[in-house]
């Protein structure tokens, strides 16, 4: 099993619609959880962290988190061609003095006009 | 604030030779990790530097071996260059192991 696991998609949405991305993590322990957004040729950049269970908002996109059933997820409302894109779910875990955020391989969103 | 920068950002070299990749972080960030990224693959961790110590390790040969000085930017070697391993590599900082990582535009190395 891997570490984090996300769809890699592609994963196809008309423009205006919600896109739902999902990652689920197998340490119980992890602790922060990240979501970046990676353009074709370039490097990702982060889009949102997540620290508490809940939602947390920012602008259109919306991360979830429930530590109970492991899974972090990813709303982006009112979806734009310029959030076509590579989605990476990043997870952070210490354990006794060291720690690690490991990455999933990424979802692949497009938006359709 | 000025972000992570790499150096080079591009880079031709031939089987056999050897490269030495830089990286300078965020200001006051102690932590650098090293990514490879090739067509279709996701993120491969390389390895991850905080405060001159190498904290963990990918599932990378020997040829890939990396340093961190005291001021935190870090460089990362490939000796014994292969076809293979052409790729994205890229540098991520942050303040802890755990804290948010920001990269830097990355180094797209070609073996030919």
């Known amino acids: 099993q891997k570490e984090v696991e996300q769809n890699s998609g592609p994963l196809s949405v008309p423009e205006g619609a919600i896109a739902s991305l999902n990652c689920t993590y197998s340490?119980?322990?992890?602790?922060?959880f990240f979501w970046y957004r990676q353009y074709s040729g370039k490097s990702p950049e982060l889009i949102m962290s997540i620290y508490s269970n809940g939602d947390k908002e920012d602008g259109r996109f919306t991360a979830q988190l429930n530590k109970a059933s492991q899974y972090v997820s990813l709303l982006i409302r009112d979806s734009q061609p310029s959030d076509s894109a590579t989605y990476l779910c990043?997870?952070?875990?210490?354990?006794?003095?060291?720690?690690?955020?490991?990455f999933g391989q990424g979802t692949t969103l497009q938006v359709k006009p | 604030k000025a972000g992570v920068t790499q150096t080079p950002r591009y880079l031709i070299k031939t089987r056999g030779q050897q490269v030495t990749l830089s990286c300078s972080p965020i200001?006051?960030?102690?932590?650098v990790s090293w990514y490879q990224q090739t067509p279709g693959q996701g993120l491969q961790f390389l390895f991850e530097?905080?405060?001159?110590?190498?904290?963990n390790k990918g599932n990378f040969p020997g040829r890939f071996s990396g340093r961190q000085f005291s001021n935190s930017r870090s460089e990362m070697n490939v000796s014994t260059l292969e076809l293979g391993d052409s790729a994205l590599y890229l540098c991520?900082?942050?303040?802890?192991?755990?804290?948010?990582?920001?990269f830097g535009p990355g180094t797209r190395l070609t073996v030919l």
């Open positions: 200001s006051g960030h102690r932590s």
């Open positions: 340490d119980r322990v992890s602790q922060s």
């Open positions: 990043a997870v952070g875990t210490i354990s006794g003095n060291t720690g690690k955020l490991i």
């Open positions: 530097y905080f405060s001159e110590t190498q904290r």
């Open positions: 991520a900082s942050s303040w802890g192991l755990t804290d948010t990582q920001y």
